[in-house]
């Protein structure tokens, strides 16, 4: 039994000579500002499961190993927390958030919140986002640039607010547009970004600091989504097929529905969760079938199959190379660099250590993408590798794991398959960017460095 006295006289990031023995200010700044080759050269030094010390978080072992996150994945859930290990995003979506709940409120809100990404409702929302991303495309001019992760922001948030919220066209949808995506630009500077890490630097120092201007955006934010909620209430509209109606007319086990401030705070984390993450996923795709003509032309040759516009959203869903691209996509550069980090709520063993209660586990989405054990020359974008053998989802985890994976998983590959088909079919694209694009820090998600610049060429029909 190796004890855990023996991972410790591995070499820990704090004693590690040239450029390791930094304090850990400068250690997290680094792993903010330049985070593959910081990770890269981690494990390189340190193998597959590692301590690291970063400000604002706990000591914690970054693990890439698929056997290390099979043994954690499938552990009894209750051995862990994951919420409490979340707080660096509770000022963006509220301490009753699920993703900063734990134990049975975590369950409860889980069960409530997962039916509508899932089974026939997906279909009634495939119209809904071909009808957003058709009158988000018809904007572009051809010639002019476009920067692709605005554009598909634009799509992704206006999808979450109708399929999600409920929402119709109208002036509180377009206020609620406008003052979320000025919020998360606070954070869409790798160097603004340490506003989230640095509790310190949290002060509202007047509507021109930078915390001051983000504070006053999520009250104009709030009174948006509080004015809906009521006017929901007062109409009597909580029967649709929305999540909204779906929470407001839910009761928990004493009969009592959601306060005001729970229901706010499970949109926030559906907005937060769900819009920007699929919009850099949609953006490094598009970057990827530009950049490499071979991807674009078997995709094309794929898509021209069947009659995009009329096929069953369904259909376009199980196109296997259209499924392929995706999942490279997100392999390469996966948005989300780390699962949520798993807390020991008791001592525990993992891969024969002995690890001690209120550890915390982190499972390296990024480095465990990038073993070429695992994928051959990791960093070459290749979609034939999904269509050559399965990968287990202790080696491809884009969307986490276990009682943590991502609620949203299949609704987003679902959302990505159908843009992207639309897109391709009715544009012809030429990408502006001549040197390839690296991920650089928004928030807590990784984004392609500029957003990635397309111009439409042609439009085809
Ligand atoms: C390409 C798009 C997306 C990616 C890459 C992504 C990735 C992730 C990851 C890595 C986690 C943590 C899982 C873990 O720790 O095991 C997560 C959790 C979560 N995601 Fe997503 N996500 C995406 C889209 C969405 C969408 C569309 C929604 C909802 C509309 C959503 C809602 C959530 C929620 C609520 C959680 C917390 C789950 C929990 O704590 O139980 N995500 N996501």
Redesign the pocket.
Known sequence: MIKLKEITSQPTVAQLPNGFQESKWLQTIKIILQPLQNLENLRQRYGDIFYSEFNSFPTQIIISDPQAIQELFTADPKLFE?GSGNEIIQPLVGGNS??LLDGDR?VQQ?KL?MPP?HGERMRAYGQIIRDITEQVSSQWTVGKPFVARSSMQDISLQV?LRS?FGLKEGERYQQIKQVLVEMLNTFNHPLSATLLFFKSLQKDLGAWSPWGKFVRRRQLLDQLIYQEINERREQGKIDGEDILSLLMSARDEAGQPMTDVELRDELM??LF??HE??AI?LAWALYWIHYLPEVREKLLQELNSIDITNADPMAIAQLPYLNAVCCET?RIY???FF??PRILRTDMQLMGYDLPKGMYLSVC?YLTHQRPDIYPEPKRFRPERFLERQFSPYEFL?????N??????A??MFEMKLVLANILSHYSLELLDKVPLQPVRRGIVFAPSGGVHLAVKEKLS
């Open positions: 994951s699920l993703i975590h889980r919140l990404f979450i999600v984390t559906m969760a769900g993450t699929t996923a997100l996966p948005v989300a699962c949520f989405v884009p969307f986490g794991g276990a943590r994976r991502c609620i949203g998983a609704f987003a």
